[in-house]
T-cell receptor
Framework: DGGITQSPKYLFRKEGQNVTLSCEQN?????MYWYRQDPGQGLRLIYY???????QKGDIAEGYSVSREKKESFPLTVTSAQKNPTAFYLC???????????FGPGTRLTVL | GDSVTQMEGPVTLSEEAFLTINCTYT??????LFWYVQYPGEGLQLLLK?????DKGSNKGFEATYRKETTSFHLEKGSVQVSDSAVYFC??????????????FGKGTLLTVNP
């Protein structure tokens, strides 16, 4: 079955450590996205990629980095420069602009 | 830039009540419009969509009509159930410009349905 997966579901890290969140899709979608969700703030776009080897900053890219070496994969690294990294992170993919996005189950990152 | 404004919650209803969650948008081009639903601890699921003016999206008893004249996409359901309790997000995808895949979300509306 086609879908989008994120791992792990829960992640704990110490302050000052970089951490990489995984996102994989087998839907043959061109576009992939990373969103951050905080209580009461909805979803905010971190990075997005429309094609392999290309990506653009979203609204809150500072302290994050991404890569898109394969169509199926779009990992997000939360660096130590991110001031408040504890949040719920959602990955999504889409095929065309009119189809909306298919979301993964999310990763809840807690920085201790 | 693009933006989505939806009614703030929380919204609390009794089972079988009528639901309306208002959503208005601002976009530079001709956006597609979406409603997503999020159950506790999960990702977002696409509930319904509309891609052009006067289109009506519908799914699981929920409906929303793309109103270009009022730039609105209000979500409605005639009779809610306890299982509809979730957070609902209105979103748009603007097809103009170079970032035509990007989704812009409202802040979400928490719906609680009591038996």
């Amino acid at each position: 079955d086609g879908g989008i997966t994120q791992s792990p579901k829960y992640l704990f890290r110490k302050e000052g450590q970089n951490v990489t969140l995984s996102c994989e899709q087998n839907l043959n979608h061109d576009a992939m996205y990373w969103y951050r969700q905080d209580p009461g703030q909805g979803l905010r776009l971190i990075y997005y990629s429309q094609i392999v080897n290309d990506f653009q900053k979203g609204d809150i890219a500072e302290g994050y980095s991404v890569s898109r070496e394969k169509k199926e994969s779009f990992p997000l690294t939360v660096t130590s420069a991110q001031k408040n990294p504890t949040a719920f992170y959602l990955c999504a993919s889409s095929g065309t602009s009119g189809s909306g996005g298919l979301f993964g189950p999310g990763t809840r990152l807690t920085v201790l | 830039g693009d933006s989505v404004t939806q009614m703030e919650g929380p919204v609390t209803l009794s089972e079988e009540a009528f639901l309306t969650i208002n959503c208005t948008y601002t976009a530079t081009g001709y956006p597609s419009l979406f409603w997503y639903v999020q159950y506790p601890g999960e990702g977002l699921q696409l509930l319904l969509k509309a891609t052009k003016a006067d289109d009506k999206g519908s799914n699981k008893g929920f409906e929303a009509t793309y109103r270009k004249e009022t730039t609105s996409f209000h979500l409605e359901k005639g009779s809610v159930q306890v299982s509809d309790s979730a957070v609902y997000f209105c979103a748009l995808s603007d097809r103009s410009g170079g970032s035509n895949y990007k989704l812009t979300f409202g802040k979400g509306t928490l719906l609680t349905v009591n038996p």
